[in-house]
């Protein structure tokens, strides 16, 4: 080692009169620093350093070769002193504060992740979504706002505060494709996905592992720990293997496994969720709708009817199809009453051929080319009849309001001036297509005919007989592409959930001497698995000692 003395000297710097500072100043001598203490008006400053002696500074000893230290004279400027203070003594570079806004944007996705997958926050959203789907099961959907603004009117406010302006302004009038709703679904369904990929795909990764416990003592600290006292690992993965389990074996150590499915189950009731969410919101944003009451004999253009309900609906060249009505018509109970009603329906190509026929009714709907028609309704749409032998002629039917669900639909006959301000004449009304009741110019009942029946009836001296009576079919049309994902959907949730009941049972066990400790574990049904392996204990074979059977 060898001792350097340094003596420095400064003059008074006037513009830093009597303030006194701590400047770390590092000076580099063979690894050593030098802190100097300064002061701004005279600096005399005496520096013992010990210098570890190397090779090349005897050389230079040897040689007498001086050694010089230069230090600057003058204190640093006040920023520059706070500067290396706040940023120890370091000034931050640009590259430097790039790498750490890097550093926080690879850090901004887990701290999503872990938001999202929060497990209230989840909660939180399913019932967001039950609750908007309730309320679209109370509010009337599709209707024109004229039927808002008298059904929620602002004088008279459902609960004090709702009004027309809340569904329209929030879109309540088409709820399941309003923004609020499918913002709740996609943050489900992020949530879903987050979960998926921060727990549930670890938690399989972890369990698909196979790893054995070395030491007795770990084994002893599971859930089910057992010894038992003169036995074989070998003849314990046999009987774990007739069980069931997938056994390995490595030297005295055995580990074994079953019921692997149930720790993927989770996953797959996530993603069978994730299908029922997808084929919603393309069922109520990717979908046609459309109703329509066509009386017997007359067709329609199907893209005439149906209407789009979301901003992914596509039409498609099936919407160009002709539907005519051949016939329609109902059956009843001996009780008179309509069980059932039915539509024979044509489908007709841009060429005019004939693509499909199909008799169809409730819940026995026609499909083709993407979309279906379904039977829902009926009503009375004309009387064809002949007047004193003259015609046939085609009364329209009206409906008239009675209180309750019954349907009933009426025509009338003028008879003398029909320009007269005091018209009379011949009321016929119907309640199905089974018969037709008549009443006179006083409204007193005149009898009771059967369409088709041709029997004249005779009222105030005109002669009536009813030919037909011409029904009315009320269909709807929709197209739905999310219906199979839907059913997929559920299906598979249906499915997964039922998996995931299976239980993950795990078993370890280890050669001890003429011992093997047996422990065990798993994610549910403890108790059957406490059972299980009792069972499967006491049936593996004890060891018997070969001298001990020879004295027996």
Known sequence: METLNISLSTTSLNSYKRQIHLIKSPLTLSNSQIYCLCSKRSLSVSITCKLKATKQSVERESKSVAKKIIISEGAPSLSEDSGAAGNGGVTASPERNAAGGLKLLKKLPRRVLAVLSNLPLAIGEMASIAALMALGTVIEQGEAPDFYFQKYPEDNPVLGFFTWRWILTLGFNHMFSSPLFLTTVVLLAASLMACTYTTQIPLVKVARRWSFLPSAEAISKQEFAETLPRASVQDLGVILMGAGYEVFLKGP?????????????????????????????????????????????????????????????????????EVHVNRFFMDYYDSGEVRQFHSDLSLFDLEGKEVMRKTISVNDPLRYGGFTIYQTDWSLSALQILKDDEGPFNLAMAPLKLNGDKKLYGTFIPVGDPDSPNVKGISMLARDLQSIVLYDQEGKFAGIRRPNSKLPIDIDGTKIVILDAIGSTGLELKTDPGVPIVYAGFGALMLTTCISFLSHAQIWAVQDGTAVVVGGKTNRAKVEFLEEMNRLLDQVPEIVDSSSARQS
């Open 253 to 321: 150590s055995l580990y074994a496994f079953k019921g692997l499915a149930g720790r993927f189950a989770p996953i797959g009731v996530h993603l069978a969720m994730l299908l029922v969410m997808v084929g919603g919101t393309m069922s109520a944003t990717g979908s046609f709708r459309g109703s329509v009451n066509v009386p017997q004999g007359l067709n329609f253009i199907v893209g005439d009817v149906v209407g789009p309900s979301g901003f992914l609906s596509i039409p498609s060249e099936a919407f160009n199809t």
